[in-house]
Nanobody
């Protein structure tokens, strides 16, 4: 059973920073961070593959950085210059042997 566990969410003021962490029970080649704001669809925020190639949503590019530590089976999302519209539940995601796995989510609230 593949498990993903996020941590690091919380309350931060506009312009502040947070770092989210996700630990996986197995090494997953492609890992993502998604987010879902109240009343909105879940959206892809950032992707990282095993070799380190990354991709970002336009809304976070230049402010967020995704990284990974394969030895620790961890993926991180460093979030800087946070805006109120970044408020959402953030989910770690990976596809392993054809199945999708999600973490339980961690709440990020950016207050103005």
């Amino acid at each position: 059973q593949v498990q993903l566990v996020e941590s690091g969410g919380g309350l931060v003021q506009v312009g502040g920073s947070l770092r989210l962490s996700c630990v996986a029970s197995v090494n997953i080649y492609v890992m993502d961070w998604y987010r879902q704001a109240p009343g909105k669809q879940r959206e892809l925020v950032a992707t990282i593959i095993g070799g380190g190639t990354t991709n970002y949503a336009d809304s976070v590019r230049g402010r967020f950085t995704i990284s990974r530590d394969n030895a620790k089976k961890m993926v991180y999302l460093q979030m800087n210059s946070l805006k109120s519209e970044d408020t959402a539940v953030y989910y770690c995601h990976g596809t392993y042997i054809g199945d999708d796995y999600w973490g339980q989510g961690t709440q990020v609230t950016v207050s103005s």
